[in-house]
DNA sequence: TTGTAGGCGTTATCAT
DNA sequence: ATGATAACGCCTACAA
């Protein structure tokens, strides 16, 4: 029962229809110009004997693969969190075979432009994501030069237009610096993650812009920036928390980093919100979980997924879509980090 | 410089070298049979031109695919963790791709066999790699009915010998319960995932094993066993803490339904572990953040990916593989939830 | 509306 | 050791 049956080919198909390839191969494509009898004569017998096309064959003949590529991050101290890369992956899926497109998964290696470059010159997807982008970017500046279709999760600032979707660090981060700045908070440390990293760049952009617009400066001793990991922000924290004159707040960069900087301040035994406002990025499991609670930017790295997917399908498809990076929304989450002050 | 040059076809390297296209070919292929003095030429060329085969073609040629396909898991109270998911893949991507495979993934939709028949149909992968599994699985029908190769992370019980790999759950579920039993307590609850999953199975079947053992009794209105998610551990919890005999310990099968229930815990200022003494399975980050931080069983949830991946890249290969499953080690990190008692 | 025939880029079989 | 040539399964002008 239910058996999956000898694999069929166009021809044989074709042959017990009583019609050509053909016109098999155009009903198959939905070709307007075939008579409904044979139409539905066609889809009886795909229908009986389970017949689907072979990819190989198709990708062959169209010069096509329907399958978009992303290469695996590498270790830990990566450019971004895990938490977003599996939910962006979700999102990208999902999208993705939506529209009947496969997803081929690499790992960067030895470098992620090898592993582009070989997605590529194999013809193994039509088009690539690329998650979160660096300061002089060697992923992008390749797919620049190939010329192949890409769409990038994350911003880039020097390499003109690209087709890309992120949410607005900037903005982000100088709406979470001003959440702290209410509430009375007036020493306000930054915690970033690899250097670089267009995510760290620009949610420290956004920082400083409102530590002026405050009129307040922007203290280099307060700045942190190093690797997207637990101990960098546990270490971090060890020194903002020895300085001299102490702040009393952080924004971080990163859920994980956050929890290594929380973890610093429970050692001491130091009074959150109280001693040390904190926020952070990433409205992740961890930020529920913490004691206290973390306030956070949500990030819908989902749909950050979903629409790269989608837009880099509608670019494959020759559809209109604007050059430039699109905005998704973010929100700000208080949680008792920052709350009851 | 560096630029991505035209592609070439195997046929214009044959007419550049002056050879033909099988000699091109067998070079390729590593024949032994063709003289080193061609051999190089057509590798000189093929460097300079940056060659590399189409993959559509070969596919189509040789009738494999060079690529292995999994399915990606549905929502929140899927199967399992999604801790475990992220590493596994990362595992199976890393190994499969120094074999010079691919990995497709593809969303679970309409319903993961659906998706699989389309994987298998239309001859996109060589096998499957199956992520955990249910007790009368349709997952593993399938495959069996089909005689498609694949290896199942994870253990079944009804279907006789298949390639598996695993950690021993039942094994490890009665030292989690001993190293409890061990600190005095005698009133061991257990939280479980998904009815029929089979980790929830073994873990249970393990967790009874041992109170038997210690001729305690196996109570029914201690033992709760929904979905995975942190809302089930955290109303599992109330339900345990409004009996009228109160456990003293429990077990989780999971870490995030182990933060729910420790969220019930912390609500009613019960103390961890004077009251309550609390483990679980996966040594996520989750459970070292928390407060107090959670004894678990680490599982290699890597090494489970890339084991799956070697195995089911030998048996495409026509290698001897045992059939039936492997084990990999695990073992328990004690943390503050049972110590210090 | 349908059929014919050639081509997509490789591999594999059979000669030489 | 090397070359022709026929598959592989599908698509797509071009013809009818």
Redesign the interface.
Known sequence: M???PK?MTIKEIAEIAGVSKSTVSRAIDGNPRISEETRSKIFDIIQKY?Y??????R??ARNK?N?IGIV?PHGESGIYA?TF??EA??GI??T???NNY??????G?PTEPE?I??L?????VDGIILLRSKLRDTNIELML??G?PFVLIGSCKEYGNIYSIDNDNISAASALTEHILQRGKRKIAFIGGVEGSIVTVNRLEGYKNKLTEYGLPVRDEYIYVHEFS?KHGYESMKKLMSLPDRPDGVITVDD?MC?GA??YL?EINACVPGDMAVACFNDS??TR???PSITTVTVDSYQLGSSAAEMLIDVLNNKRVDLGCRYIDYKILERESTSGI
Chains 1, 2 share one sequence.
């Open positions: 239910n058996n999956i694999k389970g689907t096309p072979n990819t190989a064959a990708n062959l693969t399958a695996m895990a890369f599996q992956l979700k899926c999902n993705v075979s939506n496969d997803v081929l998964i690499t790992a290696n592993a470059k070989r590529i010159s194999t013809s193994r030069r190939t192949f637990e994980t929890m929380m973890k429970e499991a961890y979980f913490s004691r």
